[in-house]
């Protein structure tokens, strides 16, 4: 006699769909409020502000990368601190500006406590949040910074060294992985590294727009 499901269980799965399915649907405006009032894993119950992403809506160039820090949650924006800056530093070193054809968002929305890794079911909760914005942004290409932003968007282990140098595809969308920029702060000669991947970014979009005809 085959076993009966707890219905409790088979709920369960269900609800996450249509959570799912809910959030994919939402508008800039839909997703802004959910996010604001989001309550989906343990993360709301010490956050501060929530931290969806910044820049411009309709970039062509989206970086990813883990989660707020201290700095993040008290202002809701990502990578303001000194990762943050250092960001700033890279973006300009290849001629872009924050919020200028740029969006910035992160794995999750809220702060892990200490500034630790997202755990598995957290980054889970706040998966169709960021799918839903890079279906509305439609970057030409994204760059994962860091391991915990790779893994989540490729959904496979590898370390960082091993996803370098190499176009990965995001839902049929190009995808770079580089160091997160507060390990970059940690790890003063890795900077040179990340710079040839900005370089191999830049690379890749101008062929991609060459490939559309379209101005660099």
């Not at 999750?108 to 598995?120: H, L, Q, S, T």
């Not at 030409?140 to 060294?161: D, Q, S, Y």
């Not at 997160?180 to 000669?189: D, E, F, K, S």
Request: proline share 6%.
């Amino acid at each position: 006699m085959p076993a009966t499901v707890p219905a409790a269980a088979s709920a369960q799965p269900a609800a996450l769909d249509d959570r799912r399915g809910a959030i994919m649907r939402m508008d800039w405006t839909q997703i802004k409020a959910s996010v604001a009032s989001c309550t989906s894993c343990a993360l709301h119950a010490r956050r501060n502000k929530t931290v969806l992403g910044v820049g411009d809506e309709n970039a062509d160039w989206l970086f990813v990368g883990e989660g707020p820090g201290a700095d993040e949650d008290a202002q809701g924006e990502p990578f303001v601190g000194q990762a943050g800056k250092l960001l700033d530093s890279m973006l300009m070193a290849i001629q872009l500006k924050r919020g200028n054809n740029v969006y910035i968002a992160n794995v999750v929305k809220c702060r892990p406590p200490g500034n630790r890794n997202p755990e598995p079911g957290e980054a889970l909760a706040c998966e169709p949040y960021l799918h839903r914005q890079i279906d509305l942004i439609k970057p030409k290409l994204i760059v994962a910074l860091g391991k915990v932003a790779a893994v989540n968007l490729l959904a496979r282990e590898a370390t960082v060294a091993s996803m370098r140098n190499k176009v990965h595809q995001y839902r049929g969308i190009p995808l770079i992985v580089t160091y997160h920029p507060a390990y970059l702060l940690r790890n003063l000669p890795d900077k040179a590294r990340a710079w040839e991947d900005l370089c191999f970014a830049v690379d890749t979009m101008k062929g991609l727009q060459n490939a559309k005809g379209e101005t660099i």
